[in-house]
C-alpha cells in the first residue's frame, strides 16, 4: 500500500472512531500544513520504519528504536526526524482539538491517534505494546 | 582468603590463608600449591586437585578442578565460576591434550578454551619452568591473532600482543560481547613486581575497531584509537594513568556524533570498584581546553560525581555539534552559533547540579520562514543550581525578529529550578521598544509555560512599513498586551495592539499565536479600524483616489505565514459630513477586482467622460472560509438581478459600483489585487 493511501485510511480510520466525541477529519490551514509536513516526511520515514529503526511508541510519537540498521553519520539526522516528526503529531493533535472548539480533548485525540497508529501499522514494522516493542 | 586442596580421595591436605594480591600471584600460588601435592619425583604420576573457593576483591573462583593422566599426557582444568576484574565466566574449561608436568617442568601445548558448554575460538601453548620460575603462554585465536607472555626469572610478565581480534575476545569477554565490539589490538603489556610494589604497563593500537550497543544508540565504526596506560600499587588501590589518541572513524553517542580527532590525558586511582579520575583532559577541536573529574562505580557500572570546565570553546564549531541535539534536535539544522562560550558543570548520580556559563560576543541564530529570529552578539554569566534561586546577567548587543532589527539591551534573568523569571527587559525596536515585565516561564515535559505582560512603545510607522517591506504608512504603532501567556504550542496576548494610521486607528486583540514554531503556525486577532483616511490609504497603495473615511472590522482573521486563511471582514464608510469622491482610476480597480460585469454597461460609459465621481457610501463585506472569499456590499444594496452595492452614487456626476460575483477565490482576488497595485504605481501622498 503507498503512503498517501496509507495515511489516508488511517485518517479515516480516526474520524470514524473518534465521530462519538468529535471530529477528528475536521480541517483547518494549520491541520492542513501539518499533514502536508507528516506525509512529505513520511516518504525518509517509511525506510526507517520498515527497517524497524524506528517505531510507533505507545503515547502517539515516534521512537528510535534500533538505530544500528541506519548508517552512524545519519543516526544524528534521524533523531531530527523524529523529534520533528513528533513536534507535528503533538501540534497535529492540539490543533484537532481546538478545531472542535475543545482544546481539553487533546489528551484523547493523542490516545485515539496513538491507538490507531499503532493498529495501522504494517506488517514488519516495531509497535509499542504494554511498555515493549513488538514487530508486526 | 580460605584455600583448600584436596588428593584424590578427597581428603584435605593443604589448608592455609594467603595475602591479599592480584590474579598473577593467584597464579603462582597454583603453582606452589602443585608443587606441594606433588611426590617427591622429577615427573608426576596422575593427579586430581580440587580447590572450593578462592577469593579477594577483585577475584574469586569456585570449584576449581585439575586432572592430570601422566600416561596419556592430557590434563584438564575446570572452574565452575569465575569472577576477575568485575567479569564472571562459568562452567570454564580448559583442555590440555599434551600436557607434562614434572618438578622441573610444566606444560600444556594445543589447550583447548571452553566456557558456559561453548568452546572459545583460542588455542592455548602453556611451558612453565618451575624450578626456575620462567615460563611461556602463547594464547592465538586462529585468525592470526597471538598473545605471548613471558613470565621471567625477576617476576615480571610480559606480553606481546599482536592483531588479537576483539571480536574473539568478545566471546570470552561478556563485557565486550554486550557491546558487539570488533577490531584489532596491537600492543604490549607488563606486569612487574618490585618487592610488594606492582607495575602494569599497556600500550598499544586498536584498529579497525567498533562497538555498537544493542539499540545503536551509542556505536563507533572504523575507529583507530592509541591507548598507553601506567598504573602502579599504592595503599591498597592502583593510581594510574592513561592517553587515549582516537585517530580514525567515527561514532554516534546518543545524540552526538562525533568524528576522529580528540585525545584524552588522564589520571586517577582505582580502589576496589571505584574508579576516580582525578584529571583529564581532552584536545578537542574548537576548544581550547575541555577538562574532566568522575567518580565512577564500577560494580554499578554508574557515575557517582562528574565535573566537566570548558574553557574558550568556539560556538560555531561546538554549537551545531554538541549544542543543536540537544537545544533543538527538530531544527538542529536551522540552528547558527557564533562567538565563544567557557563554561563548567557537575553531575550528580548523572543529574546536572551546577551550571556555569561565561558567553562571550556570542550569537545565535533560527532561521524560518519569513526570516526567523537571531540575539548577538551576546555575553553575560549565566549561573544555574539545582535548589538555589540565581541570577543570570546578559548583555545583547542586538538581534533580529523576522524583518525587524533589535537593539542592543540588558537582560537580567532570576533562575529556580526549571523556572525563569525576568522583571524588565527592554528591547529597542526601530525608534520605539517592546517592553516584557514579569515574565515568569517554566520548563516542563511538553515544553515552556508562563506568563507576563508585554507593551510596544511607540514605533513610527514609516520605520515598520520599511522595515516590513510595505508602502510607506505615517502615523505610529503601540501595544499593551497586558494578558501574555505562554504554553506548549500557544502564545496569548491578551490586550490590544494599536496602531493610529491614516488618521485613524487601528486595533489588534485577542491576539493568538497558536504553534509558533511549526508548519502549522498561525496567529489569530480581531482587528477593528476607525475613521481611515482613504484618501491617504488609497495614494499610499496606488489605487487610484478615494475621499472619504472608512470603519473596518476583520473578525476572527487567522494568519498562517502572513497570510489570512480566514476571516470576516467589513469596510463601511465612516459616520459624518466628509467630502466623499472617487476616481476614474479607483472605480475601474474595484471594478477590475470584482471580475467581468462588475460595471454596469451604461456606468461604463460614462465612466470614461469624468476624472471624479461623487458618492454616497461605500460597503464591502468578505467572509473567507475554505479559500473562498462571500462577498457582499452595502447593507440593503443588493438588486433584484443579484447585484450587490460596493458605493452607492451621490451628488454630481455619480454613479454606483455593483458587485455580480459573489463568491470569489481568495488566491484569484489577491492575485487581481496584486496586477492593480502594479499597474497603478503613483508616487506616495502623505
Request: include cysteine; hydrophobic fraction near 45%; charge should be neutral.
Amino acid at each position: 500500500m503507498n503512503i498517501k493511501r496509507w495515511i489516508a485510511v488511517l485518517l479515516l480510520a480516526f474520524s470514524s472512531a473518534l465521530a462519538a466525541q468529535g471530529n477528528l477529519e475536521i480541517d483547518s490551514p494549520a491541520i492542513a500544513a501539518l499533514k502536508g509536513a507528516m506525509q512529505q516526511r513520511h516518504a525518509r520515514l517509511a525506510p526507517l520504519y520498515a527497517a524497524g529503526a524506528v517505531g510507533q511508541a505507545a503515547d502517539g510519537t515516534i521512537a528510535l528504536r534500533d538505530a544500528s540498521s541506519v548508517p552512524l553519520a545519519q543516526r544524528g539526522q534521524v533523531n531530527s526526524l523524529i523529534a520533528a516528526e513528533n513536534a507535528d503529531r503533538l501540534a497535529l493533535y492540539r490543533e484537532i482539538a481546538r478545531a472542535n472548539d475543545h482544546p481539553e480533548w487533546e489528551a484523547d485525540v493523542r490516545r485515539t491517534f496513538a491507538q490507531r497508529w499503532i493498529d495501522r501499522a504494517q506488517p514488519g514494522w516495531w509497535v509499542q505494546r504494554g511498555g515493549s516493542w513488538v514487530r508486526k | 582468603m580460605l584455600v583448600a586442596a584436596r588428593d584424590p580421595a578427597g581428603r584435605a591436605f593443604a589448608r592455609g590463608r594467603r595475602p591479599r594480591g592480584g590474579s598473577v600471584r593467584c597464579f603462582h600460588f597454583l603453582v606452589l600449591l602443585l608443587l606441594i601435592a606433588s611426590p617427591p619425583a622429577s615427573a608426576f604420576g596422575p593427579m586430581r586437585l580440587s580447590v572450593e573457593r578462592v577469593s579477594h576483591p577483585a577475584l574469586e573462583v569456585r570449584d576449581l578442578r585439575f586432572e592430570y593422566e601422566p600416561d596419556e599426557g592430557r590434563a584438564r582444568l575446570e572452574i565452575a565460576a569465575l569472577r576477575l576484574a568485575g567479569q564472571r565466566w562459568s562452567r570454564l574449561r580448559l583442555d590440555c591434550p599434551q600436557a607434562r608436568m614434572s618438578l622441573q617442568a610444566l606444560e600444556c601445548r594445543g589447550g583447548r578454551l571452553r566456557a558456559d558448554g561453548r568452546p572459545l575460538p583460542f588455542r592455548l601453548e602453556l611451558t612453565l619452568d618451575t624450578a626456575g620460575r620462567r615460563g611461556q603462554l602463547v594464547i592465538a585465536d586462529g585468525a592470526g591473532g597471538r598473545v605471548v607472555a613471558r613470565l621471567a626469572t625477576d617476576g615480571s610478565l610480559r606480553a606481546k600482543l599482536s592483531r588479537l581480534s576483539l571480536q574473539s575476545l568478545a566471546s570470552w569477554l561478556p563485557a565486550l560481547a554486550d557491546w558487539q565490539a570488533e577490531g584489532h589490538f596491537d600492543g604490549e603489556a607488563e606486569w612487574l613486581d618490585r618487592g610488594g610494589a606492582e607495575r602494569i604497563r599497556v600500550r598499544g593500537t586498536l584498529t579497525g575497531g567498533g562497538f555498537s550497543s544493542a539499540d545503536g544508540l551509542r556505536a563507533g565504526e572504523a575507529l583507530g584509537v592509541e591507548l598507553e596506560l601506567d598504573a602502579h600499587t599504592r595503599s591498597g588501590g592502583w593510581d594510574w594513568s592513561a592517553s587515549l589518541g582516537w585517530h580514525e572513524g567515527a561514532s554516534f553517542w546518543d545524540p552526538f556524533y562525533l568524528e576522529a580527532g580528540p585525545v584524552l590525558e588522564a589520571s586517577g586511582r582505582l580502589r576496589g570498584d571505584r574508579l576516580e579520575v582525578r584529571q583529564a583532559n581532552v584536545t578537542l577541536d574548537g576548544v581550547e581546553r575541555l577538562a574532566a573529574s568522575a567518580s565512577v562505580d564500577l560494580a554499578r557500572a554508574h557515575v557517582d560525581e562528574a565535573a566537566l570546565s570548558l574553557a574558550g570553546a568556539d560556538l560555531a564549531r561546538v554549537g551545531p555539534r554538541f549544542l543543536a541535539p540537544l537545544l533543538s534536535p527538530a531544527r538542529a539544522d536551522q540552528l547558527r552559533f557564533a562567538g565563544s562560550v567557557s563554561a563548567g558543570l557537575r553531575l550528580v548520580d548523572g543529574t546536572l547540579v551546577e551550571l556555569d556559563a561565561v558567553f562571550v560576543e556570542a550569537g545565535f541564530s533560527l532561521a524560518a520562514p519569513g526570516g526567523g529570529v537571531a540575539f548577538g552578539p551576546l555575553s553575560g554569566h549565566l549561573p544555574w543550581r539545582a535548589g538555589e534561586a540565581t541570577r543570570a546577567r546578559l548583555q545583547i548587543e542586538g538581534g533580529r525578529w523576522g524583518k525587524l532589527a533589535l537593539g542592543a539591551f540588558d537582560l537580567e534573568v532570576a533562575l529556580a529550578g526549571t523556572g525563569a523569571h525576568v522583571e524588565r527587559a527592554r528591547v529597542p525596536l526601530l525608534d520605539g521598544a517592546v517592553v516584557l515585565e514579569g515574565l515568569a516561564l517554566r520548563r516542563e515535559e511538553a515544553g515552556w509555560s508562563g506568563s507576563g505582560s508585554a507593551f510596544v512603545e511607540p514605533l513610527s510607522m514609516p520605520l515598520v512599513s520599511e522595515a516590513l517591506g510595505l508602502p510607506a504608512m505615517t502615523g505610529t504603532l503601540s501595544a499593551s498586551l497586558p494578558g501574555l501567556r505562554l504554553r506548549p504550542g500557544e502564545i496569548v496576548l491578551d490586550g490590544a495592539l494599536v496602531v493610529s494610521v491614516f488618521d485613524g486607528y487601528l486595533r489588534a486583540s485577542g491576539l493568538r499565536v497558536r504553534e509558533p514554531f511549526g508548519v502549522g503556525a498561525y496567529l489569530s486577532a480581531d482587528v477593528v479600524a476607525r475613521h481611515l483616511d482613504l484618501a491617504q490609504l488609497t495614494d499610499t497603495f496606488s489605487f487610484g483616489s478615494i475621499s472619504g473615511f472608512i470603519d473596518a472590522d476583520v473578525l476572527g482573521l487567522e494568519l498562517a505565514h502572513w497570510r489570512p486563511q480566514a476571516f470576516d471582514a467589513r469596510i463601511v464608510s465612516s459616520e459624518g459630513r466628509y467630502r466623499k469622491r472617487i476616481s476614474q482610476r479607483a472605480v475601474q480597480n474595484i471594478s477590475a477586482l470584482g471580475g467581468a460585469g462588475a460595471m454596469a454597461a451604461l456606468q461604463r460609459s460614462l465612466l470614461g467622460l469624468f476624472e471624479t465621481f461623487g458618492y454616497r457610501e461605500l460597503g464591502l463585506r468578505c467572509v473567507l472560509r475554505g479559500a473562498v472569499c462571500e462577498m457582499s456590499g452595502i447593507e440593503d444594496g443588493d438588486l433584484a438581478d443579484g447585484g450587490f452595492r460596493i458605493i452607492r452614487g451621490g451628488g454630481v456626476p455619480a454613479l454606483d459600483v455593483i458587485g455580480y460575483n459573489r463568491r470569489v477565490d481568495w488566491k484569484e482576488l489577491v492575485d487581481r489585487l496584486q496586477r492593480v497595485l502594479a499597474e497603478n504605481v503613483s508616487p506616495v501622498v502623505r
